[in-house]
C-alpha cells in the first residue's frame, strides 16, 4: 500500500496494459481508504486545535481579569513616601505603648527601607 497521492498515481499509471480491471480497482480501493483514514486524522487533528486555542482564550481572559485587578490595586495604594511616614507613625505609637506602663517615652528614629 502507497502512502501518498503520487505513489498511487504513478503505480496506476506505471501497469501493463495487460492489468485487469480487478488489479486498478484494489489501487482504487486502497487509494480511497487511504484518503479516509487522512480525513480522519486531520479531523482529530482539527478538534484538538480547537481545544488548546480554547483554553488559550480562557486564559487569556483570566490573565487580563488579573492585571486589571492587579492595576486597580497599585492604583488605590498610597505613595512610597506616604508609606514610609506611615510606617515610622506606627512603629514609634508601638513603642510609646510598650513603654508607657514603665513611664518613659522613648523615641527612637528609625530608618524603615521598603522594598517592592
Known sequence: MHTCVSGWMRSLTGLQSTC???YI???SVNFVNFVKNEIERLSRWRRSLQRTLAELRDYQQKHDSW???QQK???????RPEKIEQTIS???YKLRL???GVGQYVLYF??????E
Open 20 to 22: 485487469s480491471f480487478f
Open 25 to 27: 480497482y484494489l489501487y
Open 67 to 69: 492585571k486589571q485587578h
Open 73 to 79: 490595586l497599585v492604583s488605590e495604594q498610597a505613595p
Open 90 to 92: 506606627y512603629e514609634t
Open 98 to 100: 510598650a513603654n508607657e
Open 110 to 115: 528609625a530608618v524603615v527601607t521598603v522594598t
